[in-house]
């Protein structure tokens, strides 16, 4: 007799939690990861790291909370689902704690073993001493005989002295601290004093699972544990490491990494961690061990990580902390005795963190008071490390969930106040000088190198001096170097110009994704093999041009703070900005980005222009100039009879198409109180043209231009073209240029308005490059004599963003310059 089982279904009336495990565990995943990403986004506003959001969204949803209503605790997470829920978030522990050792390069470390260890030792030491007396008194009051104090003390010594080296590490990332001084004796002593406490924590689960009951404690058996662990991690670092070296050389010559060696990579860390598991350890051991093994070589470290960091962090992470929230019980600190008891344990870790690293960096390391107090601060992190090895003595019965909570309390308070307090102690105006050396030191590469302290003071970039020009160009993708690689070689090749230095300053944007950590702690080999400032790099020693190139990582909020500190280390008096770097620092559009109108308010570009007055900043759209796009013939996207009046319009004669023709228009404002901007953008344009007609440049290219002048008054019809031997006469400014020689028609126009119709009316073919003075943008009325229509309304802004096909520079002339700039500088 057979029977039949009825599928499971909501349209059945079926609870859809309870139709099978998977659904449930599905339920309680998307519980989980959304919880701990809503608090993330709150947390982000004040500097705190995901691990506070996911330990908190664990305890929400745990026993402290909503656990604590039964409906809730029966459905959601029944006691019945909790293994396989736990089974789940340790594989995903596994793959954790892989990335962790796979951040870490035992070559570094060894390097730096010299004045990082003293600040290690004392870190460990003094905690680890200090936690033994807070163990005595907490093994009284909150444990049990059954529990060898021996377990007991190492587990809450081993949790005091530890320091998260992941957390740690991207804050030194956000700070911008990790190539400095600090940050490396911080990020080096951190590395050492995980991987003792990790050693220490080997013997305490060896000690632990072979004395599962009773006071006395048998040695031997964690002993022999030990050494086995010992020697697995030699065979690891001098028979398997040597391998995968040579299947990494195998396949680097392919950007991307061979299937077979992502696979003996995923075959050989489930099997270290199954060995680990197996000798009495726990698993997570080998998943580090075998992580902390891997090359760095060719970039293998942080692309392997970048395969898998996002699943891990997204939704295996969180599961684990939510496991570890749902085990936290702050309802058991209900008294103030216990509240009192975690105030004991927070000061006594602060305390024995912060005096020892303290003291042993100005000792040891003559470092100065306040250096010596941040890496104290820093070396405070817990995180999420200290909450791994709660949770290891947690589930190994050592600790009570009483205690557990505690702790959880103590790690979350003191990876919280680390950024606040750091950026009290050590504030970014005292090291980012620094930081910006070595940024250049990093990425220098093969370019010919000047100091930027033995240049001269900031001279304007004037066609009748022989000051020195150095430009920095913000290079945020590849888009963007054709257009870059024009400008600068037309202006290394004039003779305005007599000395001319480019910046190449790779900007990249800061994620805080792991991978994007190892890239920053591996600067010279990320700069070398960034195929932007390689591409660039070759492009300025083809043409002889003088080059720096200079990567750093920021967040986009940082991009202008970011610039301004690149611009001040180089001494650049020149600063091209493309849109990229605006788009990306503000939600606003460019439209909005551009708009200058000398006030105090914080757009991006206002703040680098007023903080930066001594530089010609340009703001640079691109749209092909430099590429083999630029000289093709186009018809802009018009009506057909605006296509029909400009094809019977004759072609102007200064406007000959070559083999590589540039046809540019430069608008002025003619506003005497924006003059230097007008000033800046002639003589620009003039660098431009003076190099292409010399030749000098070897890109064969001929620059033709129409200039066009926004008249002082409004008459009632447009005036005819002027001829073209005309002068654009700057006479308020206080001198004049004669473009006649250039080919240039000087045309005068009477609206903002009405310079769109005249670009597109002039030429038989699409300009390429637009250069506009911002004394232009200044106004904000739009052709008063015009009509009210929609379209005659449109700002010259808007135009240049959503209309014109051409590249475009617009040009912020330099003001005068302050004594804190040049003593900044």
Same mark, same amino acid.
């Given at each position: ?15 859809p ?12 995943a998307?519980?989980v990861?959304g919880?701990s990403?809503?608090?993330s986004?709150?947390?982000?506003y004040?500097r ?9 969204g664990g ?9 604590k209503?039964?409906?809730f605790?029966?459905?959601?997470f ?15 522990l596994v ?28 870190g ?10 807070i163990?005595k008194?907490?093994?009284?009051d ?5 529990i ?10 081993v949790?005091?002295? %530890?320091?998260a080296?992941?957390v740690l590490?991207?804050?030194?990332t ?5 190539h400095t ?5 911080a990020?080096?002593?951190a590395?050492?004093?995980d ?15 072979n ?6 404690v ?10 086995t ?17 040579k ?17 003996t ?5 489930l099997?270290?961690?199954w060995?680990m @598991? ?16 891997m090359?760095?070589d060719h970039?293998?470290?942080w ?6 960091e996002d ?12 496991s570890?929230?749902?085990?936290t019980?702050?309802d ?6 216990a ?11 602060c305390?024995?963190?912060?005096l020892?690293?303290t003291?042993?960096?100005k000792i ?5 008071w306040r250096?010596?107090a ?5 070396m405070?992190?817990?995180g ?6 709660l ?6 019965g050592v600790?009570s ?13 003191t990876?919280?106040?680390t950024?606040p307090?750091i950026s009290?102690?050590y ?10 050396k ?6 220098s ?10 240049l001269?003071?900031?001279t304007?970039?004037?066609?009748? &001096?022989?000051g020195?020009?150095?430009?920095l ?18 202006l ?5 110009i007599?000395?001319?230095?480019v910046y190449?300053?790779r900007?990249?944007?800061?994620d805080f ?8 702690s591996e600067q010279? &080999? ?13 492009f300025?020693?083809?043409h002889?041009v003088?080059?720096? &190139? ?9 991009y ?5 500190s690149?611009?001040?280390?180089a ?12 788009e990306?620092?503000?939600d606003h559009? %460019?439209l ?5 109108t000398?006030s105090?308010? @914080?757009s991006?570009v ?5 903080t930066?007055p001594?530089?010609?900043? %340009?703001?640079f759209i ?19 009879a605006?296509k029909q ?7 102007n004669?200064a ?9 540019a ?37 001929? %620059?033709t ?14 005036p005819p073209a ?14 004049e240029y ?6 240039v028609e000087a045309?005068t ?5 009405e310079?769109?119709n ?5 030429t038989s073919?699409a ?9 232009v943008?200044?106004?904000e009325e739009?052709?008063?004599n ?15 963003? @959503? ?15 302050p004594?804190?700039?040049? &003593?900044s500088?």
């Amino acid at each position: 007799m057979s029977t039949t089982t009825t599928p499971t279904s909501i349209l059945n009336g079926d609870n859809p939690l309870l139709i099978s495990a998977l659904s449930l565990f599905l339920v309680q995943a998307v519980l989980v990861i959304g919880t701990s990403w809503i608090l993330s986004f709150g947390l982000r506003y004040i500097r705190q790291p995901q691990v506070i959001s996911e330990v908190l969204g664990g305890i929400i949803l745990g026993g402290s909370a909503l656990c604590k209503i039964s409906s809730f605790k029966t459905n959601v997470f029944p006691d019945s689902s909790l293994p396989a829920f736990k089974l789940v978030a340790n594989f995903g522990l596994v793959l954790y704690l892989f990335l962790i050792g796979l951040e870490l390069d035992p070559v570094k470390i060894i390097k730096s073993v010299g004045r990082a260890v003293p600040i290690a030792a004392t870190g460990i030491i003094l905690p680890f001493s200090l936690g033994v007396g807070i163990a005595k008194y907490l093994y009284h009051d909150y444990s049990t005989p059954d529990i060898p104090f021996v377990s007991f003390f190492l587990f809450v010594g081993v949790a005091m002295s %530890i320091t998260a080296f992941p957390v740690l590490a991207r804050i030194l990332t956000e700070k911008k601290l990790l190539h400095t001084r600090v940050g490396q004796a911080a990020i080096s002593a951190a590395a050492i004093d995980d991987i003792t406490a990790w050693t220490l924590l080997v013997l305490v689960i060896a000690i632990v699972n072979n004395n599962k009951s009773g006071t006395s404690v048998n040695y031997v058996i964690p002993v022999y544990v030990f050494l086995t662990v010992i020697a697995y991690g030699l065979l690891m670092w001098f028979i398997v490491r040597p391998g995968i070296t040579k299947l990494i050389q195998f396949s680097a010559t392919s950007d991307k990494m061979s299937r077979v060696l992502l696979v003996t990579v995923f075959l050989g860390l489930l099997i270290s961690a199954w060995f680990m @598991e197996v000798v009495g350890v726990n698993g997570i051991f080998g998943a580090f061990l075998f992580g902390a093994i891997m090359p760095h070589d060719h970039g293998f470290a942080w692309k392997l990580a970048s395969q898998m960091e996002d699943l891990v962090s997204i939704v295996f992470l969180p599961l684990y902390f939510a496991s570890s929230g749902l085990s936290t019980r702050l309802d058991l600190l209900n008294d103030g005795k216990a509240w009192g008891t975690v105030i004991l344990i927070i000061t006594t870790a602060c305390t024995g963190k912060f005096l020892g690293c303290t003291i042993s960096s100005k000792i040891v390391l003559k470092h100065s008071w306040r250096e010596s107090a941040a890496i104290g601060v820093l070396m405070n992190t817990k995180g999420l490390v200290e909450l791994i090895v709660l949770n290891l003595g947690l589930s190994a019965g050592v600790i009570s969930p009483t205690v557990f909570s505690m702790f959880v309390v103590e790690a979350l308070v003191t990876t919280c106040m680390t950024s606040p307090i750091i950026s009290v102690v050590y504030p970014e105006r005292m090291y980012i000088d620094a930081v910006m050396k070595k940024t250049d030191d990093d990425n220098s590469g093969d370019s010919p190198q000047t100091e930027p302290a033995a240049l001269a003071e900031p001279t304007d970039l004037v066609p009748e &001096s022989s000051g020195d020009v150095r430009a920095l160009v913000c290079l945020t993708s590849m888009e963007i170097v054709p257009s870059m690689m024009t400008l600068t070689t037309l202006l290394a090749s004039t003779e305005t110009i007599s000395s001319f230095i480019v910046y190449a300053f790779r900007l990249t944007r800061l994620d805080f994704r792991q991978s994007t950590r190892m890239q920053i702690s591996e600067q010279k &080999s990320t700069s070398q093999h960034d195929p932007v400032l390689t591409v660039f790099r070759s492009f300025t020693n083809l043409h002889n041009v003088p080059a720096h &190139s200079m990567l750093t990582f920021s967040e986009a909020a940082d991009y202008p703070d970011t610039i301004i500190s690149a611009v001040r280390y180089a001494h650049a008096n020149l600063l091209i900005l493309p849109h990229t770097v605006l788009e990306a620092s503000t939600d606003h559009s %460019i439209l909005q980005q551009f708009e200058f109108t000398r006030s105090d308010t @914080e757009s991006t570009v206002q703040k680098i222009i007023h903080t930066l007055p001594g530089t010609t900043v %340009i703001q640079f759209i691109e749209r092909g100039f430099g590429s083999s796009a630029a000289g093709t013939t186009y018809l802009h996207e018009t009506t057909t009879a605006t296509k029909q009046q400009i094809i019977k319009k004759p072609s102007n004669s200064a406007l000959k198409v070559l083999r590589n023709p540039v046809a540019a228009v430069l608008v002025l404002g003619g506003d005497k109180k924006h003059s230097a901007d007008d000033v800046a953008a002639v003589k620009f344009i003039w660098a431009l043209i003076d190099s292409a007609r010399n030749q000098r440049s070897q890109m064969d290219i001929e %620059i033709t231009l129409v200039v066009y002048k926004i008249a002082n008054g409004i008459p009632d019809t447009l005036p005819p073209a002027a001829s073209s031997s005309a002068t654009v006469n700057v006479n308020s400014f206080g001198w004049e240029y004669d473009l006649a020689t250039l080919g240039v028609e000087a045309i005068t126009v009477d609206a903002v308005s009405e310079i769109s119709n005249l670009v597109n009316l002039k030429t038989s073919f699409a300009t390429d490059l637009v250069v506009v003075s911002e004394s232009v943008l200044a106004g904000e009325e739009i052709g008063p004599n015009l009509t009210n229509d929609s379209s005659s309304r449109k700002t010259l802004r808007n135009w240049l963003e @959503e209309t014109c096909v051409a590249s475009v520079a617009v040009v912020n002339g330099k003001r005068a310059v302050p004594t804190e700039f040049i &003593s900044s500088t």
